[in-house]
């Protein structure tokens, strides 16, 4: 598990085909690796995956195929910026919300607008993942925890405040870019206690105005 707040921005220091897959190398950037063993996770813009290698600079995964074509990372290329955080401890402070690094599908930057000292980005889901994303709620966008501002349709709005886009691979994010998008757990499980008609039953206009019905 991981919180969604990222550590540091690291950088692709290689990508090594391997038998269809591929071990992606990250330059860490600093961060202390002290604590970590091989067979530990490492979020890799919201990617959970499994340092198999540690390196004088950093680390080594091997991504499978299907994380390749289904998030972000197989859209890498040497140089390009991630954003990094270690597993979380349980002694840790949950300054973002409870995240897996298991993404739930692609997203789309469709805008970035100034919004005073901020800037307010939004992005593009498919129906499927839209349905998840609530007003106020938390959604996780390459590996960052970030509060909903607004819902329109399969649309979504957020604020990023300069530090967060400055200490992120935000930085490097331009409008029409993927983005790797984990929609917050609670939404999955109150979906499934709905399904399955075991949940108390909940005023319709309570679950339309938080994005569920």
């Known amino acids: 598990m991981f919180t969604g707040i990222i550590q540091t921005v690291g950088r692709v220091a290689r990508l090594e085909p391997r038998g269809g897959d591929v071990r992606l190398a990250v330059d860490t950037a600093g961060l202390d690796l002290a604590d970590v063993q091989p067979g530990d996770s490492i979020a890799v813009s919201g990617v959970c995956l499994t340092a198999v290698v540690l390196e004088p600079h950093g680390f080594a995964a091997d991504v499978s195929n299907e994380t390749l074509s289904l998030t972000t990372l197989g859209q890498l290329k040497a140089g390009d910026p991630v954003n990094l955080e270690k597993a979380l401890r349980l002694a840790d402070r949950l300054g973002g919300h409870l995240v897996s690094g298991h993404v739930d599908g692609l997203g ?106």
Do not use: M
């Open 108 to 213: 789309k930057v469709v805008a970035i607008t100034p919004d005073g000292r901020s800037q307010r980005w939004t992005f593009e889901l498919p129906a499927t993942l839209a349905r998840y994303i609530a007003a106020k709620g938390s959604v996780c966008i390459d590996g960052t925890s970030l509060t909903v501002n607004a819902v329109t349709g399969s649309r979504f709005g957020v604020n990023l405040i300069p530090h967060t886009v400055e200490h992120t691979a935000f930085h490097a994010r331009r409008v029409g870019d993927a983005v790797n998008i984990e929609v917050d757990v609670i939404a999955r499980y109150v979906e499934r206690l709905l399904a399955s008609g075991e949940a108390p039953k909940l005023d319709e206009a309570f679950l339309k105005q938080h994005g569920f019905a």
